[in-house]
């Protein structure tokens, strides 16, 4: 019984999905070897063999791992899957994209976003925009599952596995990799961070996000996160948005500003510790799952909250 | 370029779903049914690849209960050119989805076939990634822009980072992300044309698909809930609670 655990990393280093997924792999019961595909991925593969419980790390280097490409990238897992019964990955962009295809391939039913391990057979996910919880057990004879990451701790150092060079699996050759377009911040990355700051439909405009939102996100060392609506009214950008069908986050503490609370809004950062709400519509739903609601207009509010953490040292 | 549009029928994005008491599933009775709202994205992407000349025709198909031809007649009346139902009752999970919609396209022969990125009902985000395996297709999933270059195409799509833009070779499967295209409503004289369009009546038998379940549920829950805490007064309440209170600060 051996678990494949597939690495979410940027080549030099593990992400933080990476360690909570291993908290997930963990508790299927079995040994855990992790697979890092990139190229020049030496250090992230190093990185990986230092996560505590890992027994083995397996390293495919390879310019047809370089850009997250669906077709390349299941032909490795698919390639390596008949010497394990499991094979797990982070429901990040790039796991959503390419594990289903792997289950495809495998002929297994994949169990996507899990919440919670019950049993090495049973799982925890959440349906319908995590209104309702249900628990699935797998009748397949090889598991292939992501995980919600926001539900589990992170792993952390403290092993010294093995890195093994594993060869690439023939490139099908179907698609190419053109551009990408990543924002480069110093802001932490929304599924990690520890504080994150949202701006609703409220914000009115782009500008508004600069001037009132990220003043705030940076005294508190926050990351930023929209709603979907301001993200489709253009105010953010997409990898800004939480929510179901964007992110879901899990902060200490989540500041929603301007955001209406849907339920499709709620189910991406219901689980963070302490929600705080302004909002000047007291009747907002946000109201009802936020620990700190203030019901203000919050072109004032939020600078005067900024000025207040300046005066605190923040 | 025959464009196929795999749609699903599920409670309506609107409705609050109630699980039920004996934790077999979801409240479904008298519960406002719709088309999936990416699988929506998705016909209009088709359509305005029709309406841009580089589709020819715009075939929809769902897989699910006899009355998920209501589903297709949407499309229709949004302006696809037929329909293929191919019935199967209770739970299909993707994989059979998939399965299915590999038949169809073996027999249709679509240029490209567009899927929304997950259905809001069992939020799987699966089965066009699986559709693409089984076929040995090119995917883009989570697209936000798509461009025909002759019998390729050219997909930015939504990642975590940021955007990412692939070449896929055709044909294709791409699946819809909600920055795509905002979806038409059909205007009544289409509902009306609509009702004489084609639907082509199939069943899950006809395909020689197993649709066995590979996940058994054994239980529906309710999430655990979140009540609601305070309202403070103003900021300075507000950020004496968070520092003292809450202790995040």
Known sequence: MTTLLIAEHDNASIKDATNKTLTAAAALGADVHVLVAGANAKGAADAAAKLAGVKKVLLADNAAYAHDLAEPLAALIVSLASGYDALVAPATSRFKNVMPRVAALLDVMQVSEIIKVVSPDTFERPIYAGNAIQTVKSKDAKKVITVRTSTFAAAGEGGSAPVEDVAAAADPGLSSFIGEEVAKSDRPELTSAKIIVSGGRAMQSRENFAKYIEPLADKLSAGVGASRAAVDAGYAPNDWQVGQTGKVVAPELYVAIGISGAIQHLAGMKDSKVIVAINKDEDAPIFQVADYGLVADLYQAVPELTDALGKLGK | ?249
């Open chain 2, 1 to 249: 370029m025959k464009v196929l549009v795999p749609v699903k029928r599920v409670v309506d994005f609107n409705v609050k779903v109630r699980v039920k008491s004996d934790g077999t599933g979801v409240e479904l009775a008298n519960v406002k049914m719709s088309m999936n709202p990416f699988d929506e994205i998705a016909v209009e992407e088709a359509l305005r690849l029709k309406e841009a000349g580089k589709a020819t025709e715009v075939v929809v198909v769902s897989i699910g209960p006899a009355q998920a031809s209501e589903t297709i007649r949407t499309g229709l009346a949004m302006g696809a050119d037929r329909g293929i139902l191919v019935k199967a009752e209770g739970n299909v999970e993707p994989l059979a989805v998939a399965k299915l919609l590999k038949a169809v396209a073996d027999a249709e022969k679509p240029g490209l076939v567009i899927l929304g990125k997950q259905a809001i009902d069992d939020d799987s985000n699966q089965t066009g990634q699986m559709l693409a395996a089984l076929l040995g297709w090119p995917q883009a999933t989570f697209a936000s822009k798509l461009e025909v270059e002759g019998s390729d195409f050219k997909v930015t799509r939504e990642v975590d980072g940021g955007l990412q833009t692939v070449k896929l070779k055709g044909p294709a499967i791409v699946t819809t992300d909600l920055r795509l295209n905002e979806p038409r409503y059909a205007s009544l004289p289409n509902i009306m044309k609509a009702k004489k369009k084609p639907i082509d009546d199939k069943s899950a038998a006809d395909y020689g698909v197993d649709l066995t379940p590979h996940l058994e549920v054994l239980k529906t829950a309710e999430p655990p809930g979140r009540k609601g805490g305070v309202k403070v007064k103003d900021v300075a309440e507000l950020v004496s609670k968070l520092k003292t209170e809450a202790g995040v600060l």
